[in-house]
């Protein structure tokens, strides 16, 4: 750890500092505190509040979330919650992750870095929050900060806004540090190949090999992929890479998008509706992987595990596997780390 010390020539009356540190500073979505209802109330209206994630205009959306969502989806939310709910911790498996995850990446950026880089992590909504985070490292002597939100494909709602709330808390800063924000690693080849190492692994022990390996991505109104949002076509473009990895054809593949909310259109096909289709094509058995999240949460855990694997079964499905996410992996660590050292190069070589 570095001490605080005077500037050099500065008078004895000078307040100590601490300079000279890089921090590395992980973004995730977020997680409830608890999964009863105020947690989850405040958690929910935290997050369909952001204009980047509900772009409605506020006198139209706000009535409606403020008077009916947020009185009855806390409830329903917080029951999926609870069925995934790390009870041994007291925490979401987000955050457990996560933690994971952080500590895995210290460890490595300190064997290649020692004490000049300081690795954590902050939620875009809850906690820990990214003001708070900030503060603590512009505290701990960090004069620059590399700021990675952990979405492998950029999109408005998620990278963009982990972005904003970032700035927002440099706004906070009386001596803001140097800034840098990581780019969408969807491409990289070290991620890539993280991802395939989880399906041949996962294949690996299976007794039959499933007819199809379905890419569920996390979805978003279309109205945003007309709009520029690149996200889609990286989706799409992360599963071309990950088929030409496995070395696999067009037809082992599919593409698809969960997790639709609200009444207009968004990105197709909906997962939910296209692994019920795949069953009554006669696919009986089908495998699930997520490449949009770095890490399981309700989204993959509950969502995929229970909700479209239900929809699979009830249409006739027999074997759903879902392949969990890349987590805490070495391989997975080891991209991350990869993508990290890119992105540090002038600041430490």
């Not at 935290?46 to 969502?69: C, H, M, N, T």
């Not at 989806?73 to 995934?84: D, L, M, N």
């Not at 408005?156 to 140097?178: C, H, S, V, Y």
Request: aromatic share 10%; hydrophobic share 35%; charged share 25%.
């Amino acid at each position: 750890m570095l001490d605080a010390t005077r500037p050099v020539h500065a008078k004895a009356d000078h307040p100590k500092i601490k300079m000279g540190r890089v921090g590395v500073l992980l973004a995730n979505l977020g997680t409830p505190d608890d999964y009863s209802y105020w947690p989850m109330r405040r958690y929910l209206n935290e997050f369909l509040s952001d204009r980047r994630v509900i772009d409605y205009p506020a006198w139209k959306w706000q009535p409606i979330l403020q008077g009916i969502i947020l009185t009855k989806r806390p409830f329903s939310s917080g029951e999926a919650y609870k069925s995934i709910w790390n009870h041994d911790k007291g925490e979401s498996p987000l955050m457990t992750i996560t933690k994971d995850q952080t500590a895995k990446l210290k460890s490595a950026m300190q064997e290649r870095y020692g004490d000049r880089v300081l690795v954590d992590f902050c939620m875009r909504y809850g906690n820990p929050s990214t003001k708070s985070k900030v503060r603590q490292m512009v505290a701990e002597g960090c004069d620059r900060i590399l700021f990675f939100p952990l979405y492998p494909q950029y999109a408005g709602a998620t990278t963009a806004t982990a972005n904003d709330e970032f700035f927002r808390a440099l706004m906070k800063e009386a001596w803001q540090p140097a800034s840098r924000t990581v780019p969408a690693y969807f491409d990289e080849p070290a991620y890539i190949d993280a991802l395939a190492q989880s399906v041949e692994t996962a294949y690996a022990g299976m007794e039959t090999r499933p007819d199809i390996l379905v890419c569920s991505y996390h979805g978003m109104p279309e109205r945003y992929l007309q709009q520029g949002d690149p996200y889609h076509c990286q989706c799409v473009k992360t599963s071309r890479l990950l088929k030409e990895r496995l070395g696999w054809s067009d037809d082992q593949l599919v593409s698809t998008f969960q997790s639709r909310f609200g009444p207009e259109e968004w990105l197709k096909p909906y997962t939910v509706d296209h692994v019920a289709e795949l069953a009554k094509q006669g696919k009986k058995n089908i495998a699930v992987i997520a490449p949009a999240f770095s890490a399981d949460c309700i989204e993959t855990l509950e969502e995929i595990n229970e909700e479209i694997r239900e929809s699979f079964e009830e249409a006739g499905g027999e074997i759903f596997t879902y392949i969990p996410c890349l987590n805490d992996q070495d391989a997975h660590i080891s991209a991350l780390g990869k993508v990290v050292e890119d992105n540090l190069r002038g600041w430490l070589d």
